[in-house]
């Protein structure tokens, strides 16, 4: 595994970053007061102390309805009242990704109950397919983080058994992972993949080698990283779906939305938290290219659209909820400037209904896919902000959310996803992400002190790593 002290921690990139902000200041209060979508007054530093006791009282919610109802289930149905199982067997998958939240937000009774059931029960000997990515950033990265926390190395056992037990999924041809692989037998399936999926494990296979001493688990990673980034068009973009077998692309269409997003996330971070030169350069050259051929500006707002990864042509003009989450990377880049009114241009995305839909149309304003999945993203790129800038704007931003997904998707047992954020029509489930990430983010932001943000990296689940060199 490669390290290196200059760039495995940056105790001061927030301050570099927040002074060039500074710099940058001036230019962008003209542009966002030019018509700066309202957000209304910033809450006081005592209104944020209540607004994070108001957070961790709704977690606590949220937590007894999966608790009484869905207990050592993956997900709770929360208007049905009933458990889902992502497969034939459960993987814990709410309390793992929840637990680093309690821990963080001082539930010190639930984190230990959580902690005792998870130790007894959690098993990965299981006869089953899983999906590589989402098992490695919730479950793996929950551990991981939790590991981190507690110092209870029951946790570090069965991040270890999973990161053993996910290795086969890396061992196709070209060295990019399958899609899937069986807990049990190793055997892999779903050769059609993207880079989201392909790029997003080099923090917790990375972390992994680090904790066990094994460097096997980031040389795969980053070799998977390696071989996807060497397919990219002589744009410097990726495609949307590319087969791990052949190494040939399924769909040349390019964007920052899902199955592409967390390429960029993970490339960015991979250069902070391990100080990787491969990965600082890819994601200097990537969000260059992003920059280039993605970005556009509509009615004086910046957005993202989409593009062919090959000639870089406009194919839609589509910006969505999973887009949300690149002002918080461009925080991380260095580019605060675009940081900054990007998430204006979510925060009009958030306005327009009350609550932030799946898709928009940014050209016309119009909502092309109206679901809304208690995701988090703009929730994270306003604790970036914050973090960055200390500008109150985004704490107003942050009660918005908040109020918003107290009238809209709180239930009886729980949180639920929206079916339509135009006409509010509910849907059932309860992601685990909600308790690993939207939460936890909407705390952290009313709540920083709670930890130090220049001391770790979030994976993409919104689980805490620590920088390898402190
Ligand atoms: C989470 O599982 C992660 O944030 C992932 O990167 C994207 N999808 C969900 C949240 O929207």
Known sequence: MRRSDRGGSRPGLLQRTAAAGLLAAAWLSVSLA????????????????????????????????????????DELRPVSATPRDWGSASLWMTPVDALDTMLLMGLTEEAAKTREAIAAHLSFDRDISVKNFEITIRLLGGLLSSYEMTGDRRLLSLAQDLGRRLLPAFGSPTRMPY??????????????????????????????????????????????????????????????????????????????GGGIDSYYEYLVKCGILFGDADCSRLARESLQAASRFLAEERGGLLWYGSADMETGRRTSTIYGSLHAFLPAVLVLSGDLASARRLQESGWRMWALHGIEPEELDYASLRVTADGYA????????????????????YLAMGRRFFEDLRKNCRVGHGYTVLQSVVTKKQGDLMPSYFLAETLKYLYLLFRPEALDFDRVVFNTEAHPLRKTAQ
């Not at 700066?36 to 108001?54: I, S």
């Not at 060497?230 to 052949?246: D, F, Q």
């Not at 208690?374 to 704007?393: C, G, N, V």
């Open 179 to 256: 899609m899937y692989v069986n807990l049990k037998t190793g055997r892999t399936s779903g050769a059609v993949s993207n880079p989201a999926e392909i790029g997003t494990l080099i923090l917790e296979m990375g972390t992994l080698s680090k904790l066990s001493g094994n460097p096997e688990y980031f040389e795969r990673a980053h070799a998977a990283l390696l071989a996807l980034a060497a397919r990219r068009a002589s744009t410097g973009l990726v495609g949307e779906e590319i087969n791990v077998e052949t190494g040939a692309w399924v769909s040349r269409e390019s964007h920052i």
């Open 374 to 393: 208690l995701r988090p993203e703009i929730m994270e790129s306003a604790y970036y902000l914050f973090q960055a800038t200390r500008d109150r704007r």
């Open 34 to 73: 030019d018509s700066p979508e309202p957000v209304g007054p910033a809450p006081t530093p005592a209104e944020c102390a209540a607004l994070a006791r108001e957070v961790r009282s709704e977690f606590l919610h949220a937590w007894r309805g999966y608790e009484s109802l869905a207990w050592g289930h």
